[in-house]
């Protein structure tokens, strides 16, 4: 922990204008720069979920072709998942984890500009490839061989890309590592940290060991193709299920770095709508660290029909399921907050209830897919679809949202319109159920994902299907515009914003000025967010 | 001034240099493997910037280092990125540590047409009996031998072994205060390095010219040459950084109690030993 002050270096020269942003080593603006750059990605990425659903309004082909299709259905994924979510969280960090725990700024500012430098420049690559001959990769995000080896010039633009992603991935994650064991002030023992630097901590863990992983697997595709190795090649001995291994050896810890800090910043909105602290904050800690270690011995739940041995796949199903035991423990916890509190229902609460409510949608048709018969006949359906959307919209999306609406006055120092802040949860999420419930029932009448294509008794769903997807996407406009008047002015917020909040980001001016704790806070349990004994 | 305060940078020039030299790297890469002769030039260009910019940048840091600039907590926050750094270093080798596994345990075995893969065996790749090292039931890269255990690799553990004491020695001296010791334990480090690397460039170019052992060799020449050249790679970037960190132990860079550089590099230095251990053990000897 650091007891003394901080030396800024920032005398001598001050960049003005773009240059300014290419060289800041501030958290505050590194923080602005993801969470902007995610909100553009957010709009690219939703633009092509919009063809998707263009072309499925109506059986038979009619807007794109096939491989074009396809090609949306995986830059999608990639867009979403690592321009959108991910750095969204990531920008949510920067921005809120030196506030919370006291410290002057991350802990290695330098490199934290370059975690956030790599991602245009990552994107552009692969956002490039549309507008190659052959086009963007068509084989799906997860890129399972052979089909992703059979792509045309694409491909090896798409693994650099990834490999860039990873590595600016592993650095933010090294960084909130080292500012939260580091820099925290005097008195923020770790059990007195808000649960978003707890939830953060345990993702950061995650990323550092799973990102590695990933870039391993696209390097074996990539000599595959290149090189003449047979890592997924049966007649050299190699085996393409073992791509899916480590793939989702990978990819499951890699769901759970994208809804681990969304609990996070449920955990921190609920108390403070409900005028009480958390409840059950040690479980809620322990809950997260027995997610995060569950999440490393369940990847196999997404290859049930690939062919396993029996016994492998009965433990990777009760692995799985024993996951929605912490996650049980979360829901409830969340809920016990709010019992007898005097809750308001501001935008930032509105958004976390969706949350609440929608996750455990999500979650409850993971346990479901969960169940080894059963996923034989959901894998590759649209219900799969549907569920990783309700975890990853209602769930990812929606916590993003609502620490946005959340922390934006802190940012800019004006109010949001509360008006149009509750029209944009109420329209969003009556249109995202519009969206993806019908999902459920294409899938479990057996509709298969990745297909521009389908069978004519589908077609009501899916149109209703497309609607709900034109209407929440545009809705999202709504969005930017609350961001854009908030940040332009607005009735002036006070230092605690919200009546209920606590913690040490309440106790900085809003907004925060451009240096925030050069001289450490005091940490005792009257700041403390959270604990027990208090409630 | 700075004296016990956390030393904030105002502004990052590297940064930016750094991603334009990935950026063109990259695209030079994926240029190259697809045959476009621009490709080569590119990577050079990109490789180029991002080793003007490695080296600008850690100027700048031991600049900074060195005119004391950095309290205690600073330090702590530089130890806590490089082990980090070296966690995730070793997520990545336990891929292809992962992949080796698998093929053996599971991959070959079913193609043998054991446990489930009986059917596959039979009408797949009838004849083909499971056995390691192995090229794979359509024997991609023709027929090859494998480098023993106990003949050069061995003595490869041993001089990297003997690498790992020396760079304690040197760690011991460097506390002691005594520098001639520290430079020449830290040079003999060094020439251990290198003679590792040169006896592996030797049996790659044995494996190649001699054995018909290649990169093409199903999954044996696969899970071989990518683990241990990986492994070389790694072993490069660390002499380099034991080179530049012994010139500054020349340059008297380092006092007694504070060498956080040179730590680091140590650090960085066991776990590519480790690494070899793991790779002797289940590469070469089982
Ligand atoms: C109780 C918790 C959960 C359980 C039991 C669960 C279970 C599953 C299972 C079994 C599948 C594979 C379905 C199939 O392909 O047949 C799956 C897919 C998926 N899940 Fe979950 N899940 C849970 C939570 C989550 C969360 C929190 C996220 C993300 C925030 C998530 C994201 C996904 C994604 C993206 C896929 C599809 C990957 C793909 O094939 O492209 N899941 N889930
Ligand atoms: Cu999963």
Known sequence: ?535 | MAQGSYYVPATAKWPIVGSVGLFIMMIGAANWLNGNPIGPWLTLIGSVVVIFMTFGWFAEVIRESEGGLYSSAVDTSFRQGMIWFIFSEVMFFAAFFGALFYARMFAVPWLGGEGTGAMTNELLWPGFEAHWPTHGPAELGGDFQTIPAFDLPLLNTLILLTSGVTITLAHWALKRGQRTALVLWMWSTIALGLLFLSIQFYEYVHAYRDLGLTLGSGIYGSTFFMLTGFHGLHVILGTIMLIVITLRCMFGHFTAKNHFGFEAVAWYWHFVDVVWLGLFIFVYVI
């Open chain 1, 1 to 535: 922990m650091s007891e003394a002050t901080t030396h800024h270096d920032d005398h001598h020269d001050h960049p003005k204008g773009l240059w300014r942003w290419v060289v800041t080593t501030n958290h505050k603006d590194i923080g602005t720069l993801y969470l902007l750059f995610s909100l553009v990605m957010f709009l690219i990425g939703g633009a092509m979920a919009l063809v998707i659903r263009a072309e499925l309004f109506a059986p038979g082909l009619q807007l794109v072709n096939p491989d074009f299709f396809n090609q949306m259905t995986t830059m999608h994924a990639l867009v979403m998942i690592f321009g959108a979510v991910m750095p969204a969280f990531v920008g949510l960090a920067n921005w809120m984890v030196p506030l919370m725990i006291g410290a002057p700024d991350m802990a290695l500012p330098r490199m934290n500009n370059w975690s956030f430098w790599i991602l245009p420049f990552a994107f552009t690559i692969l956002l490039s490839t549309l507008f190659m001959p052959t086009g963007a990769p068509a084989s799906g995000w997860t890129l399972y061989p052979p089909l992703s080896l059979q792509g045309g010039n694409s491909f090896a633009f798409v693994i650099f890309a990834i490999h860039l992603m990873g590595i600016s991935s592993i650095m933010g994650a090294i960084n909130i590592v080292a500012t939260i064991l580091n820099m925290r002030a005097p008195g923020m023992t770790l059990l007195r940290m808000p649960l978003f630097i707890w939830t953060w901590l345990i993702t950061a863990f995650l990323l550092i060991a799973v990102m590695p992983v990933l870039a391993g697997a696209v390097t074996m595709l990539l000599t595959d193709r290149f090189f003449g190795t047979s890592f997924f090649n049966a007649a050299g001995g190699g085996d393409p299920v073992l791509y899916q291994h480590i793939f989702w050896f990978f990819g499951h810890p890699e769901v759970y770095i994208m809804i681990l800090p969304a609990f996070g910043i449920v955990s921190e909105i609920i108390p403070t709508f409900s005028r009480k602290r958390l409840f059950g904050y040690t479980s809620m800690v322990y809950a997260t660290a027995s997610i995060a270690f569950l999440s490393f011995i369940v990847w196999a739940h997404h290859m049930f029909t690939v062919g396993m041995p029996l016994g492998a796949m009965l433990f990777f199903m009760y692995a799985t399921m024993v996951i929605a035991v912490p996650t049980g423990v979360k829901i409830f916890n969340w809920i016990a907050t709010m019992w007898r509190g005097s809750m308001t229902f501001e935008t930032p609460m509105l958004f976390a209830l969706g949350f609440v409510v929608m996750f455990t949608i999500g979650g409850l048709s993971g346990v479901m897919l969960a169940i080894v018969p059963a996923d034989f006949q959901y894998h590759d359906s649209y219900f799969v679809v549907a569920h990783f959307h309700y975890v990853l919209v209602t769930g990812s999306v929606f916590a993003i949202m609502a620490g946005v609406y959340y922390w934006l006055p802190k940012w800019t120092g004006h109010m949001y319109d509360e008006r149009l802040g509750k029209i944009h949860f109420w329209w969003s999420t009556v249109w995202v159920n519009v969206l993806f419930f019908p999902q459920h029932y294409l899938g479990l009448a057996g509709m298969p994902r990745r297909i521009p294509d389908y069978a004519v008794q589908f077609t009501e769903f899916n149109m209703i299907s497309s609607i709900g997807g034109f209407m929440f996407g545009f809705g999202q406009l709504l969005f930017c515009y609350i961001i854009w008047k908030c940040a332009r002015g607005g009735e002036p917020a006070s230092a605690r914003v919200w009546e209920g909040s606590r913690g040490l980001e309440w106790t900085v001016p809003s907004p925060a000025p451009h240096h925030t704790f050069d001289t450490p806070p005091v940490v005792d349990d009257s700041v403390a967010v959270h604990k027990d004994e208090l409630t």
